[in-house]
T-cell receptor
């Protein structure tokens, strides 16, 4: 799986958009970008994933650059409950059997009132 | 849906004792993962199962650790004998393997609330 690089920490004002970057310059063509987050004392929670195109769901948007070497997770209107560690994970998609996720250090996002 | 269920939520034991952690995956899921989280090492995969069969146990730290999945609705992680360095939060996660869900990339794992283990 390709290595990812994320900032250690970020702050965001409540109500503002939170933009979390992730570098994955060695990503290969069949690798997907996944985002999970972990709120303090809870298990990680899936947010979104994508391959090439930008993706949006009820939680967030994922913007992947055209060369796929980096991506940005966008929380459009951050709330205090979005304070968490956000993990960017790159891994191959698979068929027929699930495969493990490798969690790095992530970005600690703190949403400030 | 109750989500992934883990028990106990907290466990305090003395060094040398046997510890058994339990996990009930989401009904219908066919993959199960055990992770361990510490401040020093972050979130690490210990072992995972597909269709009740262990696929990769390379993350299991040593022979003191063992995991079983006797059926699709139950798994255990056992530490015997336990040591203070085993103190951590242990998470269980389950997922539906991609392909069976109709897509090739879908890899969402649903995590349980974790078991906080303290070995004195």
């Amino acid at each position: 799986d390709a290595k990812t690089t994320q900032p250690t920490s970020m702050d965001c004002a409540e109500g503002r958009a939170a933009n979390l970057p992730c570098n994955h310059s060695t990503i290969s063509g069949n690798e997907y970008v996944y985002w999970y987050r972990q709120i303090h004392s809870q298990g990680p929670q899936y947010i979104i994933h994508g391959l090439k195109n930008n993706e949006t769901n009820e939680m967030a948007s994922l913007i992947i650059t055209e060369d796929r070497k980096s991506s940005t997770l966008i929380l459009p209107h951050a709330t205090l409950r979005d304070t968490a560690v956000y993990y960017c994970i790159v891994r191959v998609g698979s068929s027929g059997s699930a495969r493990q996720l490798t969690f790095g250090s992530g970005t600690q996002l703190t949403v400030l009132p | 849906d109750a989500g992934v269920i883990q028990s106990p939520r907290h466990e305090v034991t003395e060094m040398g004792q046997e510890v058994t952690l339990r996990c009930k995956p989401i009904s219908g899921h066919n993959s199960l993962f055990w992770y361990r989280q510490t401040m020093m090492r972050g979130l690490e995969l210990l072992i995972y199962f597909n269709n009740n069969v262990p696929i990769d146990d390379s993350g299991m730290p040593e022979d003191r650790f063992s995991a079983k999945m006797p059926n699709a609705s139950f798994s255990t992680l056992k530490i015997q004998p336990s040591e203070p360095r085993d103190s951590a939060v242990y998470f269980c996660a389950s997922s539906l393997a991609p392909g069976l869900a109709g897509g090739l990339s879908y890899n969402e794992q649903f995590f349980g609330p974790g078991t906080r283990l303290t070995v004195l």
